[in-house]
């Protein structure tokens, strides 16, 4: 089986998933992709990175979170009849953990009803991202390699990355710092993470933010 993580979500990069299927129909092997942080943001209506390459019927399973895009709580596996009755019997978190209480099942069914009656909040998802982005490098800043709104802001040392996610918060911006181990020693960062719910103003007020903080820690010129 090939597991592969449909966005990485440390650089907002996408996983190749083509070529993984392509690879595994050559060698009989299942895909399983985790799509936590694809859901909500790529393809049709959000509806992922299967329907972002068109693969469909080409994934063995999907295992996806209502916590991130959607911003609810919980999960779920999709596949085969015999996958989801295997993991009903046997899966740990499905047995032994308290099922969902209903407001978070209401907010999971409205989160998706929202998607498939329009796709304005993805749209407007996008565009915050390239608005943001866009000002980051005009400042100087690295952003990485992302490929998604996921927005990664390369500040090398780890003290460099703290110092920076504290001062943003004293300026009322939330970016958290993220160092060794998640990411390797040298590559610490700020993640910064658009939403459909941001505004011109909101964007435009962190990028002031950035700037005055990349300035003083003399990250940026
Ligand atoms: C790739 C990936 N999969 C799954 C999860 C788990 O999501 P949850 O916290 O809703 O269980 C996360 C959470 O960060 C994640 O990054």
Redesign the pocket.
Known sequence: MIIT?GVF?MDGDLAPLPGIVEVAEEYGAMVMV?D??GEGVLGHHGRGIVDHFGLHGRVDIE?G????AFGA?G?YIAGSEDIVEYLRQRARPFLFSSAATPPDVAACIAAIEILQESDMPVRKLWENTEYFKAGLVELGFDIGASATPITPVMLGEAKTAWDFSVRLFAEEIFATAIAFPTVPHGRARIRAMLSAAHSRDDLDFAIEKFAKVGRELQVIT
């Open positions: 993580d979500s985790d936590a942080h295992a979170t209502m916590s991130k709580v999960g």
